[in-house]
């Protein structure tokens, strides 16, 4: 196998597990908004993938957990996906090929590659900005919820600022939205 095989092949696992990481951040953080408001009386809950019914308090600490990980996680994976093509970005017509790599962290558009961590501390920001008696008591004091969310979000931001190939100039963009 051709290094620069192994490096495409490095590329888009990569991708492919930050995409699986991104989707289970942005799927644990609507379910922590979702549970905002619901207290450890309305009974016991499962949270997938754990198949024990837990209460509300939790299933929160649960979901938020699930959130971090996955958050650092994706992180993490993009990061493997940059340093895996830095070498490949010189060589003109892969690095042409894998740009319609389709994946979120690849997207074009930068709106696609940060609406999962934007959308994901929108909503973790509400949830805490909504807290009810039964959440504040799940996440004491504040504070380290803010820290946890932000330390997992900032790096995850800056990874996707640029897609893993650089910039894109006007024109390639709009190449690649005619499919020219």
Not at 159 to 164: A, D, F, Q
């Amino acid at each position: 196998m051709d290094v620069n095989e192994l490096r495409i092949k490095n590329y888009t696992a990569a991708l492919d597990q930050s995409q699986r990481y991104l989707t289970l951040t942005a799927i644990s953080a609507v379910g922590l908004w979702l549970l905002r408001s619901t207290n450890d009386a309305s009974g016991p809950l499962v949270v997938v993938p754990f198949p024990v019914p837990v209460n509300a308090s939790t299933a929160r600490m649960l979901l938020f957990a699930i959130h971090f990980v996955c958050g650092a996680l994706a992180q993490y994976s993009v990061e493997t996906a940059k340093r895996a093509v830095v070498p490949l970005s010189k060589l003109q017509d892969i690095a042409e090929a894998l740009r319609d790599y389709p994946s979120i962290a690849a997207s074009v558009w930068p709106g696609v590659r940060l609406a999962v961590p934007v959308i994901s501390l929108v909503l973790l920001v509400w949830t805490g900005l909504s807290v009810k008696p039964s959440f504040a008591g799940t996440f004491s004091p504040g504070f380290w919820l803010a820290l946890l969310t932000f330390s997992v979000h900032a790096p995850l931001l800056m990874m996707l600022w640029m897609p893993p190939l650089g910039s894109w100039t006007a024109a390639t963009i709009s190449r690649d939205a005619l499919f020219k």
